[in-house]
């Protein structure tokens, strides 16, 4: 029986940490950006002929959302482009397609955390351009699997615990948006989340994926400084103050609400939500015994 999965996309945090959590008996293909375009459909096409993989994971995605103000095409070419192409091949090679979205298709205007089916209204083009994604994955694809996500972190690559870390490792005190909420989410929740989907191929549709609980940035950074400082990874304790996203402008608009709505996803996936506190701490300690090795 052919248990193949690829994996694209597989340098980056998600990546990684799929393939760090590969189940066994599943013969896992791991590709990097590096050795496939996704947006040339014959490169695409000629992959999946080669490995015949029984699903695809696109864990693959233009990231830079500050950056993609002023680089919109190169936006759409990895967040929609490309998605449409992997899918594309996939229904062609009787493949099925598990897709990695955003909580920045919604604008934040909601008080209550987005279901799958809520509204969608991207406010920048990072944004918009993984919306244009989800479309084009769904009219290549209909029966593909979408699973939207947010504030990923993890031990691999770049991501704001890191990015705080080395702050707090040189500074005294560190100013962070309050009034942007919603929930991170530890790579390897996510991986397990996915793999959970791939023992499930009836599941078709959109779903969402977070940690449990809710937070602000800010909350999050001093959550941070608490849990580096209790494991050591941190040489003292680190003022953190709160301050207004209009106090801190960036080039792209961020929602002020994109809390998830997991329901539907810990039922159907039989997972329980684990709470974000809970998993940072799961993250640090990770990270710890990665300097330590």
Known sequence: MNDTVLIVGAGGQLGSE???TCPAGVRAVAVRRAELDIADADAVAARIEREVPVQVINAAAYTAVDKAESEPEAAALGNATGPGVLAAACAAAGARFIHISTDFVFDGSSSVPYTPDAPTSPLGEYGRSKLEGELKVRAALPDALIIRTGWVYSAFGHNFVKTMLRLMGERDELAVVSDQVGTPTWARGLALAVWAAIARPQLTG?????DAGVCSWYDFAVA???EGNALGLLPRPVHVR???AVDYPTPAQRPAYSVLDKAASWRDLELQGVHWREQLRGMLKDL????NA
Do not use: M
Request: hydrophobic share 35%; charged share 20%.
């Open 18 to 20: 799929l393939q760090a």
């Open 206 to 210: 959109t779903y969402h994926w977070s």
């Open 224 to 226: 941070i400084c608490e």
């Open 242 to 244: 709160p301050i207004a």
């Open 288 to 291: 710890k015994e990665q300097e």
